[in-house]
């Protein structure tokens, strides 16, 4: 944890609900990435947690915007700041929730990935619209009870996997694709440096948990990024120029089953046994399909380049 | 030097947010508004334009885009069409009201079903309410000029609004006028740089359009009103030292063609007001008292010169290249509703030109005589379509 920087530019006062993994993530960002950056928020948890006019707890320059247009946004400010010729060393953020990255903004991002636009745009990823009221979103995970899956008799909990973004932003052959995970402080800060010193677009997909959303309690929340990690559920991987590295990952005995990462939160209280499985053979084959990318981008794919 | 070229209102539209040296271009294309995002590629790619152009994937990230780098100080400019502005609606929304002096050009065009490329005023006219100014223009000079003095009155500190530059679709955007393209230098007089004092900027951070309370938000849309309003004063200025600076006066708020003393008036916007004007010297040397007033600006709405101008007519012609459904064309409900308690003459609304139906100067012509003798017959009703296939006889025949 020695490489954490003191500095803090989120202050106190801000209005996320405890145990919230959002709040960490920006805190946690910007130590990462200092003063020189610009931030711009749309429409998600992170619109209301600054606070409210006239108050703000973030000392960096911030802009709100509408709720699908976090990728350009990002384009219009880089684009401004080479138009005034500022040639300040700054990191231009798109900070959205899942459904501002991975839904209704998707068309954005991408136009922004694909035009190249020296940006990090992060997921900060709760698995659904939790400002409004935890509503299932694109990123909702297989199993999860929202407000709009609502189990009932008819078991209409979330049936579809969770779309994975890190392969959509792949595909646009980004330079940098990261996951990070608020449990592990000090690789989440290593990886937002590493994505400042890349030009181009940057992309990172923060998991953060919402006790509110997850019916999980407010002080397991770093207790639930472990168990993520040591499920396999959310794997720590990196894609740099189409390489991927799997940065951190559980020693053999270290790894749970996915139950246990299942059981401390209510959203999935209703799963049978069956659907429990279903997960767990989802999570082992992504891992393993994962893990071979690794092998052959690491080790073959490239290699007579 | 300045130089004349043959140019349509498009190619116009490009010319004018050179010289006004936008240093932000984001913008899509649709048609009929193509040619000029093409023309200001063309411009960049010969180094004539210093200007960073993002290919946004999107109108709305369009004006997203111009709205995210004017916030972070840039003089930005975009053009869209019709369903492109649809889809903008959102981002007119946003772009007013965070004050942010953006120019775009309008290419009008009717919204489908059933598709169609070509004028109608309703794509403009469904944005009125969005905080924007909306400028028509009635040739392709009026574009270049518009567009340079839009951004001098829409920057002002006072003022502080974005700008819709409106031409026609096809009848300005694709026809070749002659237009005076200005010299850089006198431009660069009239229009210096932009550099707003507020901005994202690191040394001073801020935060733009966070959250706010009920006892707040009110008073910042009144202080949008009052920009506006304010916008009325700033264009008449911004005029007279266009043709002080240039030597033309591009019309102000609303321009008055022949109306001295007149006893019928007919109020049109945008391109057909010029084939209006040539009827309107037809039916005076037929010996006939009227006259016509051109609508430039529909925001701000010039409602005291409108009272003014009507002081002393009995019948008033209001012809709407644009329909409101369930009620009638908007400029007439507005004319109307600046009248009442001031002035009360007859008043008949003219719906013409829908999707980009013809209108010939004879056409034209009935109109203006049909407005005439309803000083002395009843008005035979409130609102005409004018040349449905149905009726061709009446105003073809």
Known sequence: MANIPEKELMNSGHNACPGCGAAHAMRYMLKALGKNTTVNIPACCWAVIPGVYPSRNLDVPLLYTAFETTGVSSSGIRAALDAKGIDADINVVGFAGDGGTADIGIQALSGAVERGTDTIQVMYDNEAYMNTGIQRSGSTPQGAWTTTTPVGSEKAWKKQPKKDMMEIMESHNIPYAATVNIAYPDLFIEKFKKAAEIRGPKFIHIYAPCPTGWRAKPNKSIELGELAFKSRVFPLYEIEHGVYNVYKEPKEDEVIPVKEYLKPQGRFRHLPKEEVDMIQKNVDRYWKRLKKKEKFTKEELYQED | MSEHKIVTGNYSSAYGARLARAEVVSAYPITPQTSVVEKIAEFVADGKMDTEYVKVESEHSAMAGCIAASTAGARTYTATSAHGLALMHEMLMWAAR???????????????????????????????????????????????????????????????????????????????????IYDQEKVDEFLPSYDPDVKLDIENPAGFGSLVMPDWYMDFAKKLEEAMEGAKGKIKEVNKEFEETFGRDPGGLIEEYKTDGVDVLVITMGSISGTSKDVIDELRDEGHNIGLARLRTLRPFPKEEIRELTKNVNVVGILDRSYSFGAAGDAAREIKEALYGHNSPIVKNYIVGLGGRDLTPEILKKIFLDTLELQDKELDQEVEWVDLRIDRKKWRG
């Open chain 2, 98 to 180: 965070a004050r942010l002096p953006i120019v775009m050009t309008n290419v009008n065009r009717a919204m489908g079903p059933p598709w169609s490329v070509w004028a109608d005023h309703l794509d403009t006219i469904a944005q009125k309410g969005t905080g924007w100014l909306q400028f028509f223009c009635e040739n392709n000079q009026e574009v270049l000029d518009s567009i340079l003095m839009a951004y001098k009155i829409c920057e002002d500190e006072d003022i502080m609004l974005p700008g819709m530059i409106v031409e026609d679709a096809f009848i300005l955007s694709h026809t070749r006028e002659p237009v005076e």
